[in-house]
């Protein structure tokens, strides 16, 4: 059975910390993996991964793939309050019909 | 621009009653899912659909049904309420190899 587990499940940062939050995986004939940030509202997309070791960077939020390992982090670098939210990480399976999400990663940065 | 429109985005039911919640896309994505989130809780799957005419369960189908009788529609249908199904419940679309895209979401209270 496919699955993806995030780690931690929880985490509380001041202002200005760097947090690094991870996504493990097992899944068939894997495609593609994904992460989303969540406030109150539907997640929206931040990055789509496919191949091992290319950094993905959008500002202050990067993210990298290890398909040996069967992992992702994604980095926040300088966090600020903004940033608190669910983040969700997904893994597409070769087949391509569903993503498997884990259960995610609430950050909470306190000013 | 629309993308993913769910109706409603709020409603309260009594238990044993029954209701649809609406979605519908407009990016012509073949892919369409149902999602419950819990409070503090990842993504579920209740259904999804790779196509007008094929739906197929997902991790949590039952209590519920859905149908997709064109590329754009998927409703979901909740037959006799329980309080278990109190969530917030999100429909999204995509194409394959592609990111998901989701409504906005339905609060669901059964009492």
């Known amino acids: 059975e496919d699955k993806v587990v995030q780690s931690p499940l929880s985490l509380v940062v001041h202002e200005g910390d760097t947090v690094t939050l991870n996504c493990s995986y097992e899944?068939?004939?894997?495609?593609?993996l994904l992460w989303y940030k969540q406030e109150k509202k539907a997640p929206t997309f931040l990055f789509m991964l496919?191949?091992?070791?290319i950094e993905k960077k959008s500002g202050r939020l990067s993210s990298i793939l290890d398909k040996k390992e069967l992992f992702s982090i994604l980095n926040i670098t300088a966090t600020q309050t903004g940033d608190s939210a669910i983040y969700l990480c997904?893994?597409?399976?070769?087949?391509?019909?569903?993503?498997?999400f884990g259960k995610g990663t609430k950050l909470t940065v306190n000013p | 621009n629309a993308g993913v429109t769910q109706t409603p985005k709020f409603r309260i039911l009594k238990i044993g009653q029954s209701m649809t919640l609406q979605c519908t896309q407009d990016?012509?994505?073949?892919?369409m899912y149902w999602y419950r989130q819990d409070p503090g809780m990842g993504l579920k799957l209740i259904y999804y659909s790779v196509g007008a005419g094929i739906t197929d369960k997902g991790e949590v189908p039952n209590g519920y049904n859905v149908s997709r009788s064109t590329t754009e529609d998927f409703p979901l249908r909740l037959e006799l309420a329980a309080p278990s199904q109190t969530s917030v419940y999100f429909c999204?679309?995509?194409?394959?190899?592609?990111?998901?895209?989701f409504g906005e979401g339905s609060w669901l209270t059964v009492v």
């Open positions: 990016m012509n994505h073949n892919y």
């Open positions: 997904a893994v597409e399976p070769a087949s391509q019909k569903k993503l498997v």
């Open positions: 899944v068939t004939n894997f495609r593609s």
């Open positions: 999204a679309s995509r194409r394959p190899g592609n990111t998901i895209y």
């Open positions: 496919t191949s091992s070791g």
